[in-house]
């Protein structure tokens, strides 16, 4: 009944101030709009740039050969570093966090052809275990290179999907042939078209995969391009990598401390690079949000004032029939958060349609779609919870303060 009661008393004093309240309201409302929006554009830009970089793998190391920059056991430095398939078998056996790897061999030394159509993508020779690491999925229909092509070293190739347009149009190539150079190789499947950011050689869709040891033979490669493996918990990646590099700088008599001698790309690391600056970006927002609450924050403030100075003589005959200071405090401090819920309800009805209108504009792939989500909920909450109070504790004391003989005699 207190608030009920507060409720009735606010308006009736409110009422006097129309257009003050309304600009005092509108105020919230439009700091509410900015917190909520900004926070909102951030978390699905924030969502959508993981969502792109996740195209290229989860949680993969992508690990090339380089050049050394340090003399060790009798080697000069300058010495180049070239990775092979079997150096795959041999971390994978002395390392027993790594629990995918797999080696990458990539040329564009031949033509893909099929019928009169042809293109001059990155060929890519790869074991199954590669797949799943680099989320390299199949349209219905089709499937990935598996252990049985990897064996037989079959002729059998995955197409990326843009490949596939040129190539074949709209028509199901799984299970026609085309011409890697002069070979026949038969369609297994087409890549799912997804969306990928980053890349390392080309973008899966400009790829075609074929077995490894299929592109060793038709291309006689000596050398991998690359390995690429996993590890059991992301958290190790730093302790593997040195381990990566004892073990083939015992294999290539390079020193392990020599950086230079192989390149590691961890996309682990990336991502948490990238969760550090979105969590800059949110603060960032959240500031400038607050700056706009509080302006609202000034205004309700100011009106409160007004309204403890119009009821001076309302607080003496409280006060004189035995009213506390804590009674008066908690009725202005309550007068003000209502005016702030009230901003604050119509600012979220407010932020609602604009999520909902900018979520149909055809941006999505470069921005994300905004999401109102718990944590801009909480942030939202919290800067207005913390607004209300600032905004309302200062009138609210002054009133308690007042002296309830001066307030009568006033």
């Not at 893909?112 to 229909?141: A, D, K, Q, S």
């Not at 499937?143 to 074949?168: H, K, P, Y």
């Not at 050689?201 to 493996?229: C, K, M, Q, W």
Request: aromatic share 10%.
């Amino acid at each position: 009944m207190r608030l009920l009661d507060a409720a009735r008393q606010l308006w009736a004093d409110l009422s006097a101030q129309r257009v003050r309240t309304t600009l005092t309201v509108l105020g919230i409302t439009w700091g509410t709009v900015a917190v909520v929006v900004l926070l909102a554009f951030s978390v699905g830009l924030e969502r959508q740039t993981i969502k792109r970089f996740h195209g290229l793998g989860d949680r993969i190391v992508i690990l090339f050969g380089g050049r050394t920059t340090m003399p060790h056991a009798g080697f000069r430095e300058g010495r180049s570093i070239r990775l092979r398939e079997a150096d795959a078998e041999i971390l994978a056996r002395r390392i027993p966090d790594i629990t995918m790897i797999s080696p990458e061999y990539s040329t564009r030394a031949a033509p893909v052809r099929y019928g009169r159509n042809g293109v001059n993508p990155n060929i890519t020779g790869i074991y199954p275990i590669y797949g799943e690491m680099r989320n390299i999925i199949p349209l219905p229909g089709g499937r990935f290179i598996n252990e049985r092509d990897q064996r037989e070293r079959r002729r059998v190739v995955f197409l990326g999907d843009e490949v596939a347009r040129v190539l074949f149009g709209d028509a199901d190539p799984v299970g026609d042939q085309v011409r890697i150079g002069d070979s026949p190789f038969t369609v297994i499947g087409v890549l799912q078209p997804k969306v990928q950011n980053s890349s390392y050689n080309s973008r899966d869709e400009d790829r075609v995969f074929i077995p490894a040891g299929t592109h060793a033979a038709l291309f006689g490669s000596r050398f991998v391009s690359n390995l690429v493996y996993r590890t059991a918990d992301a958290s190790r990646t730093e302790d593997v990598e040195a381990r990566v590099y004892e073990v083939l700088g015992a294999k290539y008599r390079f020193n392990p401390a020599d950086d230079d001698a192989l390149a590691v790309w961890d996309t682990a690391e990336w991502e948490r690079m990238f969760g550090f600056l979105f969590l800059g970006f949110k603060i960032f927002f959240a500031i400038v949000g607050s700056f706009t609450l509080s302006v609202g924050g000034i205004g309700v403030a100011n009106i409160m004032y007004i309204v403890v100075r119009e009821r001076t003589n309302e607080i003496g005959i409280k006060r004189s029939l035995g009213a506390t200071r804590r009674s008066i405090l908690w009725q202005f401090l309550t007068e003000s958060m209502l005016i702030v819920v009230a901003g604050a309800a119509l600012g979220v009805v407010v932020s609602l349609g604009v999520v909902k209108l900018m979520s149909l504009v055809p941006m999505q792939e470069f921005v994300g779609t905004p999401t109102i989500s718990l944590q801009v909920a909480a942030v939202t909450l919290a800067l207005l919870a913390f607004i209300a109070m600032l905004a309302g504790f200062f009138p609210a004391r002054r009133a308690a303060a007042l002296d309830p003989v001066e307030c009568l005699r006033d």
